[in-house]
């Protein structure tokens, strides 16, 4: 087996991944990309092993390790995202950018009374 082939498959792989999270809006596709992202690692550390034939297996191993890191990102990541779409209402990655919450329709802001208080202590 050519090294070529593999190599070539996760250079795409994790070039569509990296367009993936630079152009996308999307929470959960940002998420996908990452994935994909990793998926291409994984291949090339298997592909790598394979052509060096290495007795102790270290990208294999070293590929499980970081599928189960993976699983784990997507899972926190996914509770995240949900936990933001379910407070705001969407998941797009461009609105999520400012953290301040918006204050609610029954605070008043903090620099003094409204124009509803003052037309009353007017009249």
């Known amino acids: 087996m050519h090294l070529a082939y593999p190599a070539v498959l ?3 792989l994790f070039s569509v ?3 993936g999270v630079l152009a996308r809006r999307n929470a959960i596709l940002v998420l996908m990309s990452v994935e994909l992202m990793l998926n291409a690692v994984n291949l090339n550390l298997v592909a790598f092993d394979v052509w060096l034939r290495d007795t102790l297996h270290a990208g294999q191993a070293l590929t499980l390790f970081t599928i189960a890191i993976a699983a ?12 933001v779409y379910r407070n ?5 990655v461009d609105r999520l950018r400012d953290t301040k919450e918006a204050p ?5 802001p ?6 509803d208080e003052k037309a009353e202590a007017a009249a």
Do not use: Q, T
């Open 10 to 12: 996760a250079a795409l």
């Open 72 to 83: 784990a990102e997507i899972g926190i990541g996914l509770a995240i995202v949900l936990m």
């Open 110 to 115: 903090a620099d003094g009374p409204s124009a």
């Open 17 to 19: 991944g990296l367009y």
């Open 104 to 108: 609610a329709a029954d605070e008043r």
């Open 88 to 92: 705001r209402g969407s998941s797009d």
